[in-house]
């Protein structure tokens, strides 16, 4: 019997329409990133899985997909050597043996080992951006996939905060252009740390941070239970709930957080790095006014992120006219080359979710109509001979960047007509006889039910016409 054909569950197929929807995206943010100096590059899909492995945290981890040596890589291992009991076996040591490789979780981490790699062919600051590809073993669910393609815009070796401030506006500028309504929040590490210090338990930043950042989804009594449950006690936990709920403007939020830091919390402990945090945090919303961002940007104190690697301002970006998860999010890491040999160079980034971002603008209805078919005019086939008359027309606008088409079979006009209606082409070029003998050609646009007749050498009036 025939294999019936399917694909792996998380992933998906793109047809012609959605090519061209995701283009769009993919031509808008690229678009906006070289305006603002970065340039391209590409990393292989897979990575060795000693640069992969660490970098995410223990879930993160869990999440990577690993990669067979070979379709024998189980040849010769000892299986005995990783049992651990009756049928069970010590899965995370017998990967290792077998695992060699994984598929890159995201774009960051391949983007450092890139930088350390190419240290002496680079010139620091470095402004990169992909757009590319990457994998995680998750489980499936609406606006969340196993293979997804991210957007990444990152600068590296550089501590300056117009950096950050660059980000933002390159966030505004994308959905500006998208016609999308966002919230920019942003947090700082820093803060973060320094609550931990503050509550009293400076060596759970890790467990707080990765609790903190499940706030949207299990709400803030889950997440009190969450944070007792690794240790804190009621009076850490007490210190932190109402820096969850802190309200009010910008400048409110910075002076409440900094008297916090400074000693004025249930603990009395005082925070340096909380305060440097507060400080970054003020710097960068000082920078953010006086550049005149459109979209809507707020501190949210609440904000974590939940990788390990971000040691400075972080960002997350969601849609406010639809109902999905964040759809952009990053931040500073000061140490992430230096688990690859390149200390002391900071970098800040931000990635876009191209797949949530294609679900908000459909969902939105905001993609423009005129995507759906990439072919502006359809040159029917009335005969061989008139056939023969067109293809140099067609040529002729194809030179001047204009998508055409020429109809190759045999068909009824009925048919020609329902092929372009169905490719959703505007304008249709039929030319009979009496057009080929008058060295004529006829274009009509079937949106607006305009025609027009031009010389066949006029193809200046053509594209004007048909733009």
């Known amino acids: ?276 945090g507060i400080d970054e945090l003020e710097e960068l919303f000082g920078f953010i006014a006086a550049a005149g961002v459109s979209q809507a940007v707020e501190i949210d104190l609440s904000l974590a992120r939940g990788l390990n690697y971000y040691t400075g301002a972080i960002f997350e970006v969601k849609a406010l006219d639809f109902p999905i998860g964040s759809i952009c999010g990053g931040g500073r890491y000061d140490n992430l080359t230096g688990i690859f040999g390149l200390p002391d160079m900071s970098g800040v980034g931000i990635s876009f979710g191209a797949d949530r971002i294609y679900d908000v603008l459909k969902g939105l209805d905001k993609f423009p109509a005129e995507l759906t078919s990439s072919t502006r005019v359809l040159f029917a086939n009335m005969g061989a001979a008139e056939q023969l008359y067109v293809l140099p027309v067609a040529k002729s606008l194809r030179e001047r960047g204009v998508s055409c088409e020429v109809y190759g079979d045999a068909a009824k006009l009925k048919k020609q007509f329902e092929f372009a209606d169905r490719k959703h082409i505007p304008f249709l070029s039929i030319n009979g006889g009496d057009e080929v003998s008058q060295g004529i050609v006829n274009i009509k646009n079937l949106v607006s039910g305009e025609q027009k007749t031009f010389s066949k050498d006029d193809i200046d009036g053509m594209v004007t016409f048909l733009s």
């Not at 990575?47 to 990577?64: A, H, I, P, R």
């Not at 903190?212 to 009621?234: F, P, Q, R, W, Y």
């Open 1 to 276: 019997m025939a294999q019936k054909p399917s694909i792996p569950k998380g992933t998906r197929d793109f047809g012609q329409t959605e090519m061209a929807e995701r283009n769009y995206i993919f031509d808008t943010i690229r678009s906006v990133f070289r305006t603002y100096g970065y340039q391209q590059i590409e990393t292989p899909a897979m990575e060795n899985l000693s640069t992969l492995l660490g970098k995410y945290g223990d879930e993160g981890d869990k999440l990577l997909f690993r990669i067979l040596n070979s379709g024998d890589a189980f040849t010769g291992v000892g299986m005995e050597d990783f049992r651990t009991g009756d049928d069970e076996y010590n899965s995370k040591a017998l990967s290792l043996k077998v695992c060699e490789k994984g598929l890159r979780y995201d774009l960051t981490v391949p983007f450092a080992r890139y930088v350390v790699q190419h240290q002496n062919e680079i010139s620091f600051p470095f402004k990169r951006f992909q757009i590319q590809p990457v994998w995680r073993a998750d489980r499936p669910q609406k606006g969340r996939y196993r293979e997804f393609y991210q957007c990444d815009v990152d600068v590296i070796g550089s501590r300056s905060q117009i950096n950050e401030l660059e980000l933002v506006e390159i966030v505004d500028r994308v959905f500006s252009l998208l016609d999308v309504n966002v919230l920019i929040k942003i947090n700082n590490r820093k803060v973060l740390t320094g609550l931990a210090e503050i509550c009293g338990f400076p060596d759970r930043v890790v467990d707080i941070t990765v609790a903190i950042d499940k706030l949207d989804k299990i709400g803030l009594d889950n997440v009190k239970a969450e944070m007792k449950e690794k240790g804190l006690s009621d009076e850490a936990v007490a210190v932190i709930e109402p820096v969850l709920l802190l309200s009010g403007s910008t400048a409110e939020k910075i002076d409440r957080m900094r008297e916090l830091m400074s000693g004025k919390s249930a603990s009395g402990i005082v925070s340096e790095v909380g305060l440097k």
